[in-house]
């Protein structure tokens, strides 16, 4: 699993209020680092002090404290090669076809 950073104060707020996670405290920390990684639709995290993250490299984090299903994660947080929308998969055959329907209800394709 590859572990990603955050280092925006917004964004780490944003993803405690959303996990509802009153297990850690962001006060506590002089900067802090969300640390996560997804993994088949879960998300694994941790929050390290920023000096910390530094002297060690993400590339070293192994762990986790805490996970949490990403339905329940901010938006920002999906890797985007795990949102396989469906309907983002259209060809361009398949857009003209729907245009030409929407302009043309009564047309046969």
């Known amino acids: 699993m ?8 917004k964004k ?3 993803f405690l209020y959303l996990t509802e996670n009153h297990k850690i405290e962001i006060r506590h920390y002089k900067s802090p680092v969300l640390v996560w ?7 694994y995290y941790s929050i390290w002090e920023a000096d910390t993250l530094q002297r ?3 590339e070293n984090v192994d762990g986790w404290d805490y996970e949490e299903d990403l339905t329940f994660c901010p ?6 090669e795990e949102e396989d929308d469906d309907d983002l998969d259209l060809d361009d055959d ?6 030409d329907l929407k302009i043309n209800p009564h047309k046969k394709a």
């Not at 990684?37 to 998300?43: D, F, K, L, P, S």
């Open 75 to 80: 938006d920002w947080m999906a890797d985007a």
């Open 12 to 14: 780490i707020k944003e």
């Open 94 to 99: 398949d857009l003209g076809l729907i245009c």
């Open 37 to 43: 990684g997804v993994q088949e639709g879960t998300a």
């Open 2 to 9: 590859e572990f990603r950073q955050e280092r925006d104060p």
């Open 56 to 58: 060690y490299g993400l």
